[in-house]
């Protein structure tokens, strides 16, 4: 693609590689065939091609438009479009320089900026979001239907002491809305790893992974967060833990481009690199201990899996959750159009239901269409938003782990 951006842009690190990403891209369309929001629409501007053509003129001098905005919100940054580009378009880094530019250069309705406030304001931050979780689910018998639905019933999980300590040892990231929403998520991930011989360092003084604020255009509190994980985390990591593991695969992409997005930051460049190196989505860390010779076998209960975007797509491990879950002796029922987005993304549920909705839907008829007895994922914001309307059980696939290790079938 010929592009004509300004000198003065290009004599910036964003400015030059933009141009690079966009000159990648030959406009051959192959990207919308796997555009969840383009097969909702049939808008050439709700897909990558278009999204791609509104951020060049952008980036060339054209003002942004509330139309402008429009279609990057309705992005789900799935990145579907990036396994399937034939020329290697690295599409997300572009829209986060043109979001971030058009969120510059427009004003959103009022309604809007105090939405997405109260989002950042609520969401990443763990003990104020557990406290309005918790007050919703006391109050959720009296709650209408649709509302209800999106309040998950409160689960009291107790820590025990997993016995003597191993040798071994990894971090894992608390996060900010998986504690409060799913705590047995890590609970079991931490079981499965100590039965694997790895103990579980959690270090309480850590927080969002950034992705949230990032994602909603405020990268300067996103690096903040980044900050104030990479300072919480340092001192276990200088005591030897060889890996951060990450239980949401939609955390795990952030934490593994702090170096990247922290490399002009002269005081915590050097760390950000070595986090990301030491960042594993669970599925790796666990694979690599290969848990079929450890873990009992399953009976064969039938599990649709649900491979998030951040897992197949975002950080490209595909097949790897799904291998295992066989070897251990589940069955894994054949799921149609895996490659498209149930439409959770973090807060595009909220922020863009009327197309989250249909993707929902449309993930869930596919998920159940062979009847499974439980539909197994990797992702919480993924488990949240279908585990509502869905007919059957959703649930973190390591918990699937972590029933085998109690005998529990």
Sequence with gaps: MQTALPDKLLQTDTGREADEILRNCVHCGFCNATCPTYQLTGDELDGPRGRIYLIKQVLEGTPPTSKTRLHLDRCLTCRACETTCPSGVDYHRLLDTGRELTEQATRRPLTERLLRLALRKLLAHRSRFTLLLRSGQLLRPLLPGRLKQRIPAYRNIKAASPGPRHRRSVLMLNGCVQPGMAPQINHAAQQVLYALG???????????????????NASAEAKDFMRHNIDAWWPHIERGAEAIVVTA???????????????????????????????KDISEVIAAEQPWQTLPAASARRIAFHAPCTLQHGQRIVGVVEDMLTRLGYQLVPVANAHLCCGSAGTYSILQDKLATPLRDNKLAALQAEDPELIATANIGCLAHMAGQARVPVVHWVELLSALNHQET
Aim: glycine share 10%; aromatic share 8%.
């Design 249 to 279: 695969s939609g955390c795990a992409p952030m934490v593994k481009d702090y170096g990247r997005l922290l490399a002009d930051d002269f005081r915590y460049a050097r760390k950000a690199a070595q986090v990301s190196e030491l960042a």
């Design 198 to 216: 790895i103990n579980v360092v959690k270090e309480n003084g850590d927080g969002c992974c950034g992705a949230l604020s990032f994602h909603l």
